[in-house]
């Protein structure tokens, strides 16, 4: 393929891109397969010389759109939705045909000066205060090891970068259980090891508190263990619990800790003031996460890290050999030393896309009627025999189950298999749950009430009413 063909074929790629997005309410949410039909269409071997690219695009029409589980469907209600609006999809076919490799300033100086802008337009935008700065980077996960890293350095007072960590003292993290598993992944690829997190307990609403932290950070001074950060939950993805932010932000600060703040999900929300209440305090954290991906309509990927001093991460993570360095510019911003790969994407074109195509009116509408949406399907569901919600909403996030563990099961594997809506589980307690998140940029009222529809006529189809236990 040549750039003349690319002319062509990217015009029916954009054609085919349209109808896809205009289809996606009459396909079921996730592909009807079993795992290994899609690899069974494909060749056993790469091809020794070239395809037409007729064949090529025939192929795919045949094999990847009913192989998919579809993320961008409306009534995608189980996971954080990957969001992809279409002014980011646009942003995202510049970035493609540039092709660039935004790894120092001057590599790609417009992608650099834009992420900058685009990071204290967020930090605006969710009414943090001046003075925080921050970075874009692929997802949460690596958000949250950068900032692991550079806690478990200032502990060891930067020594383990040269001498590794043998040797070292066993380093002591806090989270509670309702913290993602990227965290539990930060602390062991970090080298902390798994034991070193101490999952602190929470209280009736699931959120840690000063006084556990406090005590569970007493505990370990007193057992002779070196305490090293908090990271802090932000809208769990779980049940979405929020830590009492402000009080542990307290005790962290009055034993020298640093901390960092888990809202991948919620922190989008906190474009509305009325929902900031959730997070107060986060303005002491040293670092939040957010993804503009799950929420705003950036498309995956696009994690925001702000950060209230860069200095101790850029020491953690930054190196810069003479071929990366900008003659002349010792002081230029050079993201690369922010995050963990040296080579990075221009991401924030599509933050710039996205906040200028909708406002920040139009993103607010779209939380706003989220929440919204996810009541109202909360309280229909609560009206059907045999349903007992088991969380109440954060936000738009809420889960239900029936009187079994089995039968729970069962009617998610029934929805699901039925393909109209997607969800999927979590436990609460130990007891299996549905969860239901709404959150799909494009989804209306309608499919979020048709929730509450399809778990009626799933009970319904059971001759004996009620899913039995297994």
Sequence with gaps: ????????????????????????????VRAPLDPGAVARKLPPSPPETAEPMERIWADFQAIVPDGMTHWQHPRFFA???????????????LVNAMACNALIWQTSPAATEIEQVMVDWLRQALGLP????????????????????????RALGWRGLDEGLSGAPALRFYASAETHSSVDKAIRVAGIGQRNLVK??????????????????????????????????????????????????????????????????????????EFRPLWAGVEGADSIVFNPHKWLGAQFDCSVQF???????????????????????????NFNEWTVPLGRRFRALKLWFVLRAYGLDGLRQRIRDHVRWAVAARDRLAALPGVEIVTEPRLSLFSFALETDAATEALLQRINDDGRVYLT????????????QVGSFDCREEDVMLLSKTVQEMLASCSSGPLPSR
């Design 1 to 28: 393929m040549d750039h003349e063909a690319l002319r062509i074929w990217s015009k029916r790629a954009a054609d085919w891109a349209a109808d896809y997005h205009a289809s996606l309410r009459d396909r079921p």
């Design 79 to 93: 996971y954080f939705p990957a969001n992809a609006a279409p002014a980011s999809m646009l942003a995202e076919q």
């Design 130 to 153: 001046e003075g925080f700065v921050g970075t874009i980077h692929d997802s949460a996960t690596n958000a949250t090891l950068s900032a692991v890293l550079t806690m478990r350095e």
């Design 200 to 273: 602190v307990p929470t209280d009736a609403t699931r959120a840690m508190t000063g006084a556990a932290l406090a005590a569970a950070i007493a505990a370990d001074r007193a057992a002779g263990l070196v305490p090293a950060g908090v990271i802090l939950c932000a809208g769990g993805t779980s049940v979405g619990a929020f830590d009492r932010i402000a009080d542990c932000v307290a005790v962290a600060q009055a034993e020298g800790l640093p901390t960092h703040v888990d809202a991948a999900w919620a922190g989008s929300a906190m474009i509305c003031p």
């Design 307 to 333: 950060l209230k001093d860069p200095g101790a991460q850029v020491r953690t993570l930054g190196l810069r050999p003479t071929y990366l360095e900008t003659a002349g510019r010792e002081e230029i911003v």
């Design 425 to 436: 589980q979590s436990r609460v307690d130990g007891r299996f749950v549905i969860r239901v």
